[in-house]
């Protein structure tokens, strides 16, 4: 079993900075994928970005050079540097994280940390 503990969410004003943090527990080599999501209400959860065991990254139109995803292996833990914040990237932020658990290889979520962009 994989938990995760995020944190670093809460409130800024436009063009401000948040860094998101969450950490796997997990025994090495038992972290795959990582990745951030996030939701607003009514709306279905959206990747944000990800980045593999080594290091490719993915993101999606909206956060590209704005945001940067980085990992620390070595912790298992999972970062979310997000610059230039605009009031449509509040939202709920999700990790997810690919664990090795009992039942092999599956996915694994926390429990969401609020992002709130004033204007």
């Known amino acids: 079993q994989v938990q995760l503990v995020e944190s670093g969410g809460g409130l800024v004003q436009a063009g401000g900075s948040l860094r998101l943090s969450c950490a796997a527990s997990?025994?090495?080599?038992?972290?795959?994928?990582m990745g951030w999501y996030r939701q607003v209400p009514g709306k279905q959860r959206e990747l944000v970005a990800t980045?593999?065991?080594?290091?490719?990254?993915n993101y999606a139109d909206s956060v590209k050079d704005r945001f940067t995803i980085s990992r620390d292996n070595a912790k298992n833990t999972v970062y979310l540097q997000m610059n230039s914040l605009k009031p449509e990237d509040t939202a709920v932020y999700y990790c997810?994280?690919?664990?090795?658990?009992?039942?092999?290889?599956?996915?694994?979520w926390g429990q969401g940390t609020q992002v709130t962009v004033s204007s």
């Open positions: 997990g025994r090495p080599g038992s972290i795959g994928t």
């Open positions: 980045i593999t065991t080594i290091s490719s990254t």
């Open positions: 997810k994280v690919r664990g090795l658990g009992v039942l092999g290889w599956t996915d694994y």
